[in-house]
């Protein structure tokens, strides 16, 4: 089986743009959960995509927000960027049901802002 | 809020010995789930060990093993016959029973010694 696949791997904007990151789950995985990770903060949970709805949310701002589509594929999108947000994003998926199985992790999405 | 706390930034251990990584988290929950991911330099984390709260037995996974100390809230790792290749940060996450987040302690970076 292919692994959980992020496109694009690098990315640099401006602050003020705006950036969709995607992620490609393990085949037959129905959960998709986004983290953000920076030296500061760590790892942090944004949200999770379970069948196309967002069954969970962290605590971040409305910049962020998510989609999940029919094949599971999910897309992040961070509108209005701050220098802040310059992070490396990781998507994982699991099965989804039951809930407390492993989440297998892409490669991330290293977001530069300038 | 669930937290979870990783009090070691930064451990060594000579390769082929036995090195112990700290994890103590916080939950009001009785049912949960515990995991032990490290992220080797290229970044992609992988899951080492996974633990159920409501299973006394530790969990083991060839050389890693894990002591699960429910009442103290403690979930430590131990490393036998260290091998260079487990050179990686080492994150402790927390899942709760009631949802598919991950919550992740800061980390552990383990250096392997030859």
């Known amino acids: 089986k292919a692994g959980v696949t992020q496109t694009p791997r690098y990315l640099i904007k401006t602050r003020g743009q705006q950036v969709t990151l995607s992620c490609s789950p393990i085949?037959?995985?129905?959960?998709v959960s986004w983290y953000q990770q920076t030296p500061g903060q760590g790892l942090q949970f944004l949200f999770e995509?379970?069948?196309?709805?967002?069954?969970n949310k962290g605590n971040f701002p409305g910049r962020f927000s998510g989609r999940q589509f029919s094949n599971s594929r999910s897309e992040m999108n961070v509108s209005t960027l701050e220098l802040g947000d310059s992070a490396l994003y990781l998507c994982?998926?699991?099965?989804?049901?039951?809930?407390?199985?492993?989440?297998?992790f892409g490669p991330g999405t290293r977001l530069t802002v300038t | 809020a669930q937290t979870v706390t990783q009090s070691q930034p930064e451990m060594s251990v000579q390769e082929a010995e036995t090195v112990t990584l700290s994890c103590t988290y916080d939950?009001?929950?009785?049912?949960?789930?515990l995991f032990w991911y490290k992220q080797p330099p290229s970044r992609q984390m992988i899951l080492v060990i996974r633990?159920?709260?409501?299973?006394?037995q530790n969990a083991t996974e060839n050389r890693f093993s894990v002591n699960f100390q429910k009442a103290a809230k403690s979930f430590s790792l131990k490393i036998s016959d260290s091998q260079l290749g487990d050179a990686a940060m080492y994150f402790c996450?927390?899942?709760?029973?009631?949802?598919?987040?991950?919550?992740f302690g800061t980390g552990t970076s383990l250096t392997v010694i030859p």
């Open positions: 996450a927390y899942s709760p029973n009631t949802g598919n987040q991950f919550y």
């Open positions: 994982a998926s699991s099965l989804g049901q039951p809930l407390g199985n492993e989440q297998y």
């Open positions: 633990q159920e709260a409501y299973k006394q």
């Open positions: 995509y379970f069948s196309e709805t967002q069954r």
């Open positions: 939950t009001s929950e009785s049912d949960y789930y």
């Open positions: 085949s037959g995985h129905r959960s």
